[in-house]
């Protein structure tokens, strides 16, 4: 079965800071991995995502994603975090054998301080 | 120009009603779904068509009855509402293909009382 860990319920930084969000997965063959966003009282929105190819992996807003496949792991990153970046973010994968099956994990706030 | 869009915004109603969400998307996407968020903000999916055809059915209670007439719009009618029913239901699209991301409407917060 898949699935999706995302460690850290809540990443405090300040703001002109790097910041790392944490995700590990788990699924059967290749998997394709996502990063959402979720601002208040609003839907998801995609960030970026990785399906083949460099293991870094380029978003929106200056995001950033990295793939390790022996460490089974998809961290989002961003060099210098804004404000404005705080925010609930997901990751998720599929499995590139499965129906398409969209898992998130549980979910992490980025809170970024001025 | 709203992508993928959902009817009503918020949604208050007592226990043992029927009541439906309404989502429509116009990107001419193949695929559709129904997700729930609780108050904890965990996503977990419930439907999924394509075309029109139902290929994703998780663990949902046979209350929830998703109805899709053509696969601009994927509806989800609730009947016998409890109060664990509240949550936030989000509608999402794709293309079709797994490594396609999904769009997701802004949400339906339900509050049953």
């Known amino acids: 079965a898949q699935s999706v860990a995302q460690p850290e319920d809540q990443v405090n930084v300040a703001e002109g800071n790097p910041l790392t969000v944490k995700c590990t997965y788990s699924?059967?063959?290749?998997?394709?991995l996502f990063w959402y966003v979720q601002y208040p009282n609003r839907g998801l929105q995609f960030l970026l995502k990785?399906?083949?190819?460099?293991?870094l992996v380029k978003g929106s807003y200056g995001f950033e994603a990295e793939f390790n496949k022996s460490q089974t792991s998809f961290h989002l990153k961003k060099p210098s975090a804004l404000v404005s970046d705080s925010a609930l973010y997901f990751c998720?994968?599929?499995?590139?054998?499965?129906?398409?099956?969209?898992?998130f994990g549980q979910g992490t706030t980025l809170q970024v301080k001025p | 120009d709203t992508a993928v869009s959902q009817t009503p915004k918020y949604l208050v109603t007592q226990m043992g009603n029927d009541k439906s969400i309404k989502c429509e998307q116009n990107?001419?996407?193949?695929?559709m779904y129904w997700y729930k968020q609780d108050s904890k903000k965990f996503l977990k999916i419930m439907f999924s068509?394509?075309?029109?055809?139902?290929?994703i059915n998780e663990t949902v209670p046979n209350r929830f009855s998703p109805k899709s007439p053509d696969k601009a719009h994927l509806n989800l009618h609730i009947n016998s509402l409890e109060l664990g029913d509240s949550a936030v239901y989000f509608c999402?699209?794709?293309?079709?293909?797994?490594?396609?991301?999904?769009?997701f409407g802004n949400g339906t917060r339900l509050t049953v009382t």
């Open positions: 990785y399906i083949t190819g460099d293991n």
């Open positions: 999402a699209s794709s293309p079709g293909p797994s490594n396609s991301p999904l769009h």
């Open positions: 998720a994968v599929r499995g590139s054998s499965n129906t398409g099956k969209l898992i």
């Open positions: 068509y394509n075309n029109k055809e139902l290929i």
């Open positions: 699924v059967s063959g290749n998997p394709y």
């Open positions: 990107l001419g996407h193949d695929t």
